[in-house]
Each structure stands twice: as C-alpha cells, then as structure tokens.
C-alpha cells in the first residue's frame, strides 16, 4: 500500500511530506536549515552526524530515499510548519511499517529548541497519529524514547502511550550503545 499523502492541517500546523528537487527544489533547503539550527539541541538524541550530513546535497538524497520509502509504503515522513509560516519547525515520521498480520510502524518526532514548551509537538504528534490509524489503518505505533528523556516520556504518556519493556544497548545515539525505554499507541478502532 502506498503512503503518499496530502497535507494533515491541524488548529496551529501544517504537517506535509517534503519532495526531493523538482517540483519544490525548496524542500532540500528547508530541511539543511532546520538541521544546521538544530544541530546542537538534537545532538543528544541522534547518532553522531558529521558535517556532511547537513550538507545541502545529503539533504536532497535524503529527500529521495524519503519518497522511495513512501512510495513502497514502507515510511510517511513529515514536516511540520506553523501553518502560513514558512520555516521548518519539526519532524514526526512513521517508520518500519509493516502491513500484514502486524499494521504497526515506529514514530520519530523533533522539535526546533525555540519552539518547545508550546504544544506544537503533541499537536503534529496527534495528527500524525490519527493519519496512521484512520487512513492508513494500522493497528499499532511504536515509540522508544532514552530513558533520561523526560520531554519525550511525558509526551508520549499525554497522547496515552502505554510502558512494554526497556531495551538493554538498544541504539547507537551520540556514539554510544544507549538504553531505550519501549512505547506502544493501539488503535481504539481496530
């Protein structure tokens, strides 16, 4: 099934997938800015990132990995806009999904440092959710946070994530094996 979608309009946001050069060579630009402004802030809970991965040309690649992997309905990667503003604010992908007996997928989210603490993420987060489970009918989302993530667990227990296990040396973030605590949303439809 293919995951290709418009764009999710909520109260404050604009959540819509970013295209790879033309028709918007824009969106490889606006992707590297909300990178390079962020890189600090997300460091912490990312794998380690070299310079060439903020380059204007690794975003582009991205991109297009991106729209393969929505195109084999395997990922739905948005980016999310303060409605009528025209930078990046975050990011809320469903990954890994599998179809089949499971209809489930795991859910990535970030934030810009400046734009924390407003509610924007819960509400990207929620509509993002609510994308996967009325339109792309799936069963179960995913999330795994570091267990020192405060910001993160708070989130997910607010939008009703439920506790399933902690992981021993589960990713390698900001170059080490690190522990992560194991989250799952299920569908209250299906």
């Known amino acids: 099934m293919n995951v290709m979608t418009g764009p999710i309009i909520t109260a404050r946001l604009t959540l819509r997938v970013l295209v790879p050069a033309a028709p918007a060579p824009e ?14 802030h997300l460091a912490p809970w990312e794998p380690l990132r070299d ?12 991109l297009l ?3 393969q992997s929505m195109e084999a ?13 025209p930078d990046m604010i975050g990011i809320c992908h469903f990954s890994n999904i599998v179809r089949g007996v499971f209809q489930a997928c795991h859910l990535g989210y970030a934030i810009a440092e400046k734009h924390e603490g407003k509610g924007y993420m819960q509400e990207a987060v929620q509509a993002g959710i609510r994308h996967m489970f009325t339109q792309q009918g799936l069963h179960r989302v995913m999330a795994n946070h570091l267990p020192d993530n405060v910001r993160s667990a708070g989130l997910l227990q607010k939008l009703g994530f439920e506790r399933e296990g ?8 900001n170059g080490r094996w690190q522990d992560h605590v194991l989250n799952a949303l299920l569908n209250p439809e299906n």
């Open 51 to 62: 310079d060439t991965y903020f380059s204007l040309a690794e975003c582009e690649q991205r």
């Open 73 to 85: 309905g395997s990922a739905l990667h948005f980016a999310v806009f303060i409605t009528g503003a």
């Open 166 to 173: 902690y992981a021993r040396s589960y990713l390698k973030i």
């Open 27 to 40: 969106d490889a630009a606006l992707l590297q800015a909300y990178l390079l402004e962020n890189r600090h």
């Open 65 to 67: 990995a991106s729209r």
